[in-house]
């Protein structure tokens, strides 16, 4: 067996090897990206995910209860861990109720500020500590991309939540945890919740034309890019602060939606503007904003520093996410 410590270095730039022998916590990793995560980690890595669902243990994979607001049974396994990523916050996709905006706020200040007072507690705190946020911490963006130098944040509730989000975890002072954070763009990827499905079913049925006017900038990432950054953020052990985690190309709205149909074989589909979307979200319990506020976010640090995406272009990460799906999860037939 490895050493515990054992790091390989990347054979070549683009090959960002998956650690071995780590103790990986994951805080709220139940849902899309947690198992992607897991997917990408399991394998090699002890992995821990914090949930308020736990189930069996899946291989190297363990569950452990936690609220994600108090101490419990769970703050045992932090101690001696190499890694660990919090991913933790109610769902933004639901209607912007008063009851609803202070559970978004609350779910994600809460849980870090736990997790925060629980590591200063330990013997041995986890060496890399990724906290997730969201890359729609920049403003509505037509004129040009946002990036961590150059990047202009207003105070929208959207934003106000995410600036919240990193707040609360920069205000957290750990001497032996070094501290990252991923803003992270709208993930696609073939595990089941992520926003892909609910795409393919709009193309699936014929629906899969642009929302809204259609030049809204999408800022998307592959799955396997979300992973492979924090892999080479635990490699890169010189390396801390804001990161944005996302494609360093991101499209319109229009070409999104018309590449997928390109990956599925869709040759039409229905354009939805912005009233229908309007009367839909009402229906559906969600808000337009987010399907039409433009996130035009670069990479730009992790890519000064290095850092090498698998997935640039947005046909290579569709035709991934395709290969792994069956043909009814995009043609009815």
């Given at each position: ?108 200040t ?67 945890t ?17 926003v ?22 999408f ?11 924090m ?5 890169r052990?010189?390396?801390?602060g ?92």
């Amino acid at each position: 067996m490895k050493n515990k410590n054992t790091f390989s270095l990347p054979a070549h730039p683009d090959d960002i090897p998956v650690p071995e022998n780590k103790r990986i916590v994951i805080a709220g990793g139940s849902g899309f990206i947690g198992s992607g995560l897991a997917e990408h980690f399991g394998q090699h890595n002890d992995i821990i995910i914090l949930t308020r669902r736990p189930q069996a243990p899946q291989g190297r994979v363990q569950y452990l209860a936690w609220d994600g607001r108090t101490r419990g049974e769970w703050a045992s396994a932090l101690e001696n861990t190499d890694l660990l990523i919090n991913l933790t916050g109610k769902s933004v996709n639901c209607r912007y109720t008063a009851a609803n905006r202070q559970a978004i706020f609350d779910s994600r200040t809460n849980a870090t500020r736990i997790l925060g007072e629980v590591i200063q507690t330990l013997q041995s705190p986890p060496r890399l500590w990724i906290n997730a946020a969201s890359a729609t911490i920049y403003r509505h963006a037509t004129d040009r991309p946002m990036d961590e130098a150059g990047g202009e944040i207003e105070n929208d509730f959207s934003v106000q939540v995410c600036k919240q989000w990193e707040q609360t975890f920069q205000d957290i002072t750990l001497p032996h945890t070094r501290k990252a954070i991923l803003r992270i763009g709208v993930t696609i990827g073939w595990q089941n919740g992520g926003v892909i499905h609910p795409y393919l079913n709009l193309v699936k049925f014929g629906l899969g034309g642009h929302q809204g006017n259609g030049r809204q900038m999408f800022t998307w990432i592959h799955i396997t890019d979300v992973c492979r950054m924090m892999a080479w953020l635990l490699h890169r052990q010189d390396l801390s602060g804001i990161f944005n985690c996302t494609s360093p190309h991101p499209v319109t709205n229009k070409l999104f939606m018309r590449r997928l149909r390109e990956s599925t074989g869709h040759t039409f589909g229905l354009p939805a503007p912005a009233a229908l979307l309007e009367l839909g979200a009402a229906i559906i319990g969600t808000e337009t904003e987010l399907l039409l506020k433009s996130r035009w976010v670069l990479p730009s640090r992790a890519l000064q520093e290095g850092f090498t995406f698998q997935f640039p272009h947005l046909p290579d990460a569709f035709g991934d996410i395709i290969a792994h799906l069956p043909r009814t999860a995009y043609h009815l037939f």
